[in-house]
Every structure is written in C-alpha cells, then in structure tokens.
C-alpha cells in the first residue's frame, strides 16, 4: 500500500515539472483525510477550483483515507525522532496508525524533509 503525502497529489494535480509515473495510479493509494484539506486550500488559494476541482474529486475517489482518529491524533503530540511540522507529523502518524494495523506502507513524497523523517521511522519510500 502506498501513503499518498500531498506532495505527490498537488504535482500530479497541477502538472508541476515532476510528477509521479503512471505506476503508482495501479498501486492500492491511502492518505490521511488532512490531503483533502491540503488539496482543495491550495486550489482554493491559488484559483483552481474551477479548473481543478473535478480532477481532484476524482483523485480523492481513489484513495482510501484515514481519519484523524483520536490515537492518530495522539501520536502526533509525541516527539518524532527529527523535527517536524505539523502537518508532516499528523501524516506520519496516520502511517504508524496504518502500521500498527499491520499494514505494509511505502510513502510517496516530494517533500525532503517528509522523506528525511519518514526514513528515521523506517517507512520505506515509494520510488517516483
């Protein structure tokens, strides 16, 4: 299963210089419910509501989402073994949530940072 970080999802959705293979629309996608707000407040913000909106619809149709459950939650109010923002620390509560499902995660980032501490944590990362 792959962790979608918003990264990935805003370079595909506005065709940014990078963006991921095709390949990774056939994998089994999950993300946090955060992507949604993240997605539709950088459209909103940048005024592509109008021309984005139904390829963002349809994007988030596919992903399978975790809520920001009380123990997601909880675990993002613990220290991380590097430093964090906050919302990087609410998605990668949401993939140990996941892994202590017993779920097999890879995250698929753009993000240098979201990667740098994903790999502290030994979450393996999607290649794009």
Known sequence: MIYLDSSVALA???EEDRA???SLWGEALVSSRLLQYEVWNRL????FTR???EEAR???AGLALVELTPTVLARALEPFPTRL???DALHLASIEFLREQGQAIELATYDDRMAAAAHSLDIS???L
Do not use: E
């Open 12 to 14: 595909y959705l506005l």
């Open 20 to 22: 991921p293979t095709q």
């Open 44 to 47: 909103h913000a940048g005024g």
């Open 51 to 53: 021309t984005h909106g």
């Open 58 to 60: 349809a994007l988030m």
């Open 85 to 87: 923002r906050t919302l």
């Open 125 to 127: 990362l999607f290649a």
